[in-house]
């Protein structure tokens, strides 16, 4: 009877495994990749066996597009998180920006994931990856948005504008951390200012109606 019980105690939860199960694909293809991680090593690492992997996530493919969501939301609930509605213009965007780079800074490999591998192995991955950047490209358009049509003299001409600016402020983000959690001592607050003082200063321009122009 008693060890039956001592049996029961050492069962994890399937939540907790499969979490377990999740953390240690996210770090094998981070760092191996999609094509050279095996199942085998993800399920060592895991401290599971093999066919219990197969038994939760079904097949690498499937393991893999299980990863790239989970790391996906987590990113945009992260960025989420950090914008406080109500503050200035700028510290929203600050506030995001920190956000962003901290939760990259501190998930190199679900990072890769996203930003490397899922890009680079075509559908169905790809797919997932764009529905996320999507989602990102819709909050940040909205949070640009909004604070073109409170200051801008020009509704119209600032809703011309707000769509290509979120996707130049995305892209940028985007490269941007990679590069950072390359650089060695770079902190996400320093990636963070680093965007902030490039896209500020034209976005704050173009918010009190300034344009650049060739002549």
């Keep these: 009877m008693g060890a039956v019980k001592g049996a029961r105690a050492k069962r994890m939860p399937r939540a907790v495994r499969e979490r377990q199960m999740m953390d240690a694909a996210v770090q094998t293809f981070g760092q191996r990749g999609y094509r050279a991680a095996s199942m085998d090593e993800i399920a060592e690492l895991a401290g599971v066996s093999k066919p219990l992997v197969y038994l939760y996530l079904n097949s690498k493919e499937e393991l893999f597009t299980a990863c790239i969501r989970r790391e996906a939301e987590a990113l945009i609930a992260a960025v989420q998180a950090g914008v406080e509605p109500g503050l200035p213009a700028d510290r929203q965007l600050w506030a995001g920006l920190a956000a962003f ?25 790809a797919a997932e990856v ?86």
Excluded: C
Aim: charged share 25%.
């Design 101 to 125: 780079f901290t939760h990259t800074a501190e998930n190199p490999d679900g990072w890769a994931v996203l930003h490397r591998q899922a890009r680079t192995h075509g559908e169905p991955f």
């Design 130 to 215: 764009s529905a996320m950047r999507d989602e990102m490209l819709a909050y940040v358009t909205v949070l640009i948005g909004a604070t073109a049509r409170e200051t801008h003299r020009d509704p119209e001409l600032a809703r011309r504008d707000v769509a290509g600016l979120a996707q130049a402020l995305v892209g940028a983000a985007e490269s941007l951390a990679g590069w950072a959690n390359e650089t060695e001592g770079l902190s996400a607050k320093e990636a963070a200012g680093t965007l902030m003082n490039f896209a500020w200063t034209g976005l704050g321009g173009l918010m009190k109606g300034e344009r650049w122009s060739p002549r």
